[in-house]
Every structure is written in structure tokens, then in C-alpha cells.
């Protein structure tokens, strides 16, 4: 299986490609647009700024490519806001569109911002190929201030202050909040059962 995390030029790539090693697979970290669209698996992670993210992107010619994948696909923190059609953020960032949805800075609920830490995920559907054996209510770790309102590509919340988008589902693209490679147990077998999809 070839598994590929997109080098984004704005994500700690050592984390996730860890987790996947230990997972028994051997990943590589690229931008090549040909090797990417030959991925059984990809990644693409993300931090920072929409806008800085869109920039590399487009440097690396890679929207179109990412825009035209069918298989299957992970974005993580920003790589799943990505996927929304638009950000509220850097006083406004259009992303990639495939998901029909704005990215909404977190308002603030008389809490820390940013939100980082562990919270609890719930799961909308349990029996979902994305969270097989993983326990309803896990906790993941966050770091991010902004989100994902609640949607119909929805399929795992997190209430911080408000309800908002934990993980999405639409068609081959998934993406969670969350860092599952920082998430102990139930990240680490979040990330197993996208491999075995």
C-alpha cells in the first residue's frame, strides 16, 4: 500500500509519519504530484493559516490534484478546514471547495482561545468505518481557533463553548479536527482504521 503524507509546508510531518510507522506501514512525505496520484492512502495535514496553506498549495501545484483525488484522503486540523469551501479567516481565505461549508473563527464562550487540549468527541454514527472500536465520547487533543460549524458531511462533534465539526465524511475525503497522532490510543487507531478502509 502507498501511503503518502502531503508535504504542505505548514504541518509538523513527524508526528503523523511516527504514528504510521508504528502502525507497521512505511510512509512517504512528498509534494510530487505524480507520486501522489498513484496514493493508495494520503494525508494532509495541516497548522497554522488558511491562507498561508492555500499559498503553498498553489506554489506547489497541488490544488487541482487534490481537488481531483478518488482515493481516499485525510485531512488533519487545517487539512480538514481546507477541504471547506471558505475561511473566516485572514479577513477572509477561499479553500478548496469540496465541502459546502465556511470555516468560522470560535466565538468566544467565556473560555481559553485558542482551544487546545483534550476534549470529548462524540460520534454520530458508532458503526462508522472512521471510528470502529473506538468508544463514543473518546477524548482527542485539539489545538485550533477556529472550526467547522455543524454540517451534513458531519459525522463526529465536540462541544467547546458551542457544538462544532470533530470529523467530516464526504464522498473520498475525510478530515478531524483533532490530532489523531497526538492522541494516544484512539488517535492512533482512528489513523489504523483509514488505512484499512
Not at 503523523?16 to 512505511?26: A, D, F, Q
Not at 485531512?75 to 477541504?83: K, S
Not at 462544532?164 to 475525503?173: D, E, L, S
Request: charge should be positive; include cysteine; charged fraction near 15%.
Amino acid at each position: 500500500m502507498k501511503i503518502i503524507i502531503i508535504n504542505t509546508g505548514c504541518a509538523n510531518l513527524f508526528s503523523i509519519y511516527t504514528t504510521i510507522k508504528r502502525l507497521g506501514h512505511h510512509p512517504i512525505i512528498t509534494n510530487d504530484t505524480n507520486i501522489i496520484s498513484k496514493a493508495d492512502k494520503i494525508f494532509l495535514p495541516g497548522v497554522g493559516s488558511a491562507q498561508s496553506a492555500m499559498k503553498n498549495l498553489k506554489q506547489k501545484n497541488l490544488i487541482d490534484v487534490l481537488k481531483n483525488i478518488t482515493k481516499p484522503i485525510l485531512g488533519i486540523c487545517l487539512g480538514m478546514q481546507i477541504l471547506a469551501k471558505y475561511s473566516e479567516e485572514n479577513e477572509g481565505t477561499k479553500t478548496l471547495g469540496i465541502i459546502n461549508t465556511t470555516v468560522k473563527r470560535i466565538p468566544y464562550c467565556g473560555l481559553s482561545l485558542p482551544h487546545v487540549g483534550w476534549n470529548k468527541t462524540t460520534i454520530k454514527n458508532e458503526k462508522h468505518c472512521l471510528f470502529q472500536n473506538i468508544k463514543n465520547n473518546s477524548y482527542f487533543y485539539f489545538i485550533h481557533n477556529y472550526f467547522i460549524p455543524l454540517c451534513q458531511e458531519t459525522i463526529a462533534y465536540t462541544y467547546y463553548g458551542k457544538p462544532f465539526t470533530a470529523a467530516i465524511k464526504y464522498q473520498n475525503f475525510f478530515g478531524v479536527q483533532f490530532h489523531p497522532e497526538k492522541s494516544s490510543t484512539a488517535g492512533q487507531q482512528l489513523i489504523k482504521n483509514f488505512l484499512e478502509l
